[in-house]
T-cell receptor, first 113, second 113 residues
Framework: ETGVTQTPRHLVMGMTNKKSLKCEQH?????MYWYKQSAKKPLELMFV???????ENNSVPSRFSPECPNSSHLFLHLHTLQPEDSALYLC????????????FGPGTRLTVL | DQQVKQNSPSLSVQEGRISILNCDYT??????FLWYKKYPAEGPTFLIS?????DKNEDGRFTVFLNKSAKHLSLHIVPSQPGDSAVYFC????????????FGQGTTLQVKP
C-alpha cells in the first residue's frame, strides 16, 4: 500500500450504532488530520495530530472521538451520530514543518440513518 | 463567515485553451495559499502553492497568481487538457504553519475535447 488509505470506503449506520473509521499513511509523515466534507460545503478541518498529540480540535461534537496510537494510524470513533453527520470524511497527513502540503486519502462516505 | 471563497461553482473550457480559476479571501493574516485537485472517488491532490511573499509561482502548465492588495488568487492552466477535468479547491493557511487549512467550496472544471 502506498500513500494514505482509509477504511471503510462506505459506511451506513444507525443513530444508535458505534463504528470507527481508520486511516493509515505510508509516507513517513508525522502529522495527521481528519476533515469533513458535507454536500455543497467546503472541507472542514476537524482534528490535527502532531507526533500522536492532538493539537487542534475545531469545536467538534464529542460524538466524534479521534485516536492516534502512532504517527502512521489515525482513527475516528463514531457514536450516537445524527443524520446531519452524513458526509465524506477525509484523512490527510503531512511532514511536521510542511503542514500545508497535506496528502489526502480517498475518504469514507458516511450515511447516518 | 467563509474566509476563503470560490464564487464560480463551475467552469467549462475547450481543450488547448486557458482555464482560469479564481479564489478570494478575507483574512489578511493568511500567508500561504494552495490549490488542490479532486477527481471523483479520490481524495484531494496537492497541485501548487504560493507564499504570501511572492506574487507568482509556476509549475509546468500550472501558474498561481497572488494579488495581496485585492486578497485574490487565481490558478491558470495552459493549455487545458481533458484530464484536467476535476474539482479544484483553493486553500489558505494562517501564519505559524499549524496545518490548519481553510478551504474554499471548490470549482468544477470541465475541459471539452
Amino acid at each position: 500500500e502506498t500513500g494514505v488509505t482509509q477504511t471503510p470506503r462506505h459506511l451506513v449506520m444507525g443513530m444508535t450504532n458505534k463504528k470507527s473509521l481508520k486511516c493509515e499513511q505510508h509516507l513517513g509523515h508525522n502529522a495527521m488530520y481528519w476533515y469533513k466534507q458535507s454536500a455543497k460545503k467546503p472541507l472542514e478541518l476537524m482534528f490535527v495530530y502532531n507526533f500522536k498529540e492532538q493539537t487542534e480540535n475545531n469545536s467538534v461534537p464529542s460524538r466524534f472521538s479521534p485516536e492516534c496510537p502512532n504517527s502512521s494510524h489515525l482513527f475516528l470513533h463514531l457514536h450516537t451520530l445524527q443524520p446531519e453527520d452524513s458526509a465524506l470524511y477525509l484523512c490527510a497527513s503531512s511532514r511536521v514543518g510542511t503542514y500545508n502540503e497535506q496528502f489526502f486519502g480517498p475518504g469514507t462516505r458516511l450515511t447516518v440513518l | 463567515d467563509q474566509q476563503v471563497k470560490q464564487n464560480s461553482p463551475s467552469l467549462s473550457v475547450q481543450e488547448g485553451r486557458i482555464s482560469i480559476l479564481n479564489c478570494d479571501y478575507t483574512n489578511s493574516m493568511f500567508d500561504y495559499f494552495l490549490w488542490y485537485k479532486k477527481y471523483p472517488a479520490e481524495g484531494p491532490t496537492f497541485l501548487i502553492s504560493i507564499s504570501s511573499i511572492k506574487d507568482k509561482n509556476e509549475d509546468g502548465r500550472f501558474t498561481v497568481f497572488l494579488n495581496k492588495s485585492a486578497k485574490h488568487l487565481s490558478l491558470h492552466i495552459v493549455p487545458s487538457q481533458p484530464g484536467d477535468s476535476a474539482v479544484y479547491f483553493c486553500a489558505a493557511s494562517l501564519s505559524g504553519n499549524t496545518g490548519k487549512l481553510i478551504f474554499g467550496q471548490g470549482t468544477t472544471l470541465q475541459v471539452k475535447p
